[in-house]
């Protein structure tokens, strides 16, 4: 089986900064994109970061210049740094990957992580 764990999340003040991680775990042979989305209260969920599995990234204008996501094939993992953090900030952050292959030539086109809670408050 496959699983996307996640780390990182917590309570930090605004101006401070927080790193996201996100592993497959399992029999995981190749990851396409891998992404993060989050979802503040009484809000959608929204696309934050993209990294595609030749390092391609696109950000949300709302994070661009502050966020930056990363991966490691090696590792079957994403990163997401979040520096300068704002209250805005603050929701469950959602890792996500398309197309995961795993030792049994089955293909997961799409699968989510439970969540991580950021909350940015002073």
């Known amino acids: 089986q496959v699983q996307l764990v996640e780390s990182g999340g917590g309570l930090v003040q605004p101006g401070g900064s927080l790193r996201l991680s996100c592993t497959a775990a399992?029999?995981?042979?190749?990851?396409?994109?891998m992404n993060w989305y989050r979802q503040a209260p009484g809000k959608q969920r929204e696309l934050v970061a993209i990294i595609t599995s030749n390092n391609n990234t696109n950000y949300a204008p709302s994070v661009k210049g502050r966020f930056a996501i990363s991966r490691s094939n090696v590792k079957n993992t994403v990163y997401l740094q979040m520096n300068s953090l704002k209250p805005e900030d603050t929701a469950v952050y959602y890792c996500h990957a398309t197309n995961i292959s795993d030792s049994r030539g089955r293909v997961f086109e799409n699968y989510w992580g439970q969540g991580t809670q950021v909350t940015v408050s002073s």
């Open positions: 399992g029999s995981v042979v190749s990851i396409n994109a």
